[in-house]
């Protein structure tokens, strides 16, 4: 669904200048160029993870580019009612109607739909799993809640969607849990026997009964809500990149004039669970063009390339994220002292 509308004049304008030689695109990028993504973990405070993503906001004011905030939240749920045994992931997108002001309710709704589809189909496959979401086997489980937001729409917001989401989920923790078992007990009750003045214990067992009670089963949380141990399997979620498919070239990282202006744009969600043998999660064809069968597998492969190096700078600002939030909270704690 394209988000934004050009004139046939302004679509022939900028596709000539992405096929000239060399290639001009409008800020004067190279056609593989990111714009700059900016990252911030741990942005909502009553979360289990939170991430906050901007791809190309201008350096001078702070604002603009397409900016994104992802959020995970764990609720329990019962396996035996409407519940999956080991937990599950639910993903949903909203998208700001500030983000998309020239699109009626109707068509934001479509659009948020479709996110979420991608999103959630994705990421809820069971070699995405984490296996640290079970609590009691076949009783109760953790319901993994991603909730991501569109605030602002420049460009390439399915990248933006898939970075943040893997950043949220990267942060999350699931708080620790332990087993406790409760046996019933019968306490000794003694009546007055009037006919023939006996005290009898009512509480004595039977030698005929054999039935033996379970004992009941429960969880008890180890530590507090803002603790715990990291989402099994993080380093697995995936990252996409789009291809912007214009005649026999593509490029990276579209604007939204550059989005309305090609026919096809590819989305390949890559995840790097074995370096030298990554796996494709999913693939998407947005628009209305057409791709040749024998371009497929050289996309395929330049889209790998370029899903890693995403992929490696991401995790490389994740672990950089984490000690800078680890010092932070250090000295937060060592000022309470």
Known sequence: MATTSLSKAEKSYIQAGLLATPPQRIDGRDLFDFRTVALETG???????????????????????????????????????????????????????????????????????????????????????????????????????????????????????????????????????????????????????????????????????????????????????????ELDGRTRWPVSITLNIVSSSYFLDGNLQEEAAVPLRILLVFSFLDVNAPTVQATRMLGSGEIQLDQIKSLLSDGQKYAWEIFSSLTAKLKDEDVRRTLKDRERFVTRQ
């Open 43 to 229: 942005v909502a405070p009553l979360s289990n993870g939170s991430a906050r993503l901007n791809i190309g906001k201008d350096p001078q004011d702070g604002g603009g580019g397409t900016g994104v905030i992802a959020a995970t939240k764990l609720e329990v749920e019962n396996v035996e009612e409407d519940g999956t045994d080991g937990g599950r992931l639910v993903c949903s997108v909203t998208c700001s109607p500030a983000a998309y002001p020239h699109l009626s309710p109707g068509a934001l709704d479509d659009l948020q739909q479709d996110m979420t589809t991608i999103l959630h189909q994705t990421l809820s496959h069971p070699s995405l799993h984490p296996a640290n979401l079970g609590i009691l086997p076949r009783k109760k489980a953790w319901l993994l809640n991603l909730d991501v937001v569109v605030l602002s729409d420049a460009g390439n917001v399915y990248d933006a969607l898939f970075m943040a989401a893997r950043a949220a989920l990267y942060d999350t923790k699931v708080p620790r849990t332990r087993l406790v078992e409760m046996h019933s007990t019968k306490i000794a009750q003694k009546s007055w026997n009037t006919t023939d003045g006996m005290d009898v214990d009512q509480s004595a067992p039977s030698g005929l009964d054999t039935r033996q009670a379970p004992p009941a089963q429960d969880f008890d949380l180890v530590d507090y809500w803002d603790e715990g141990e």
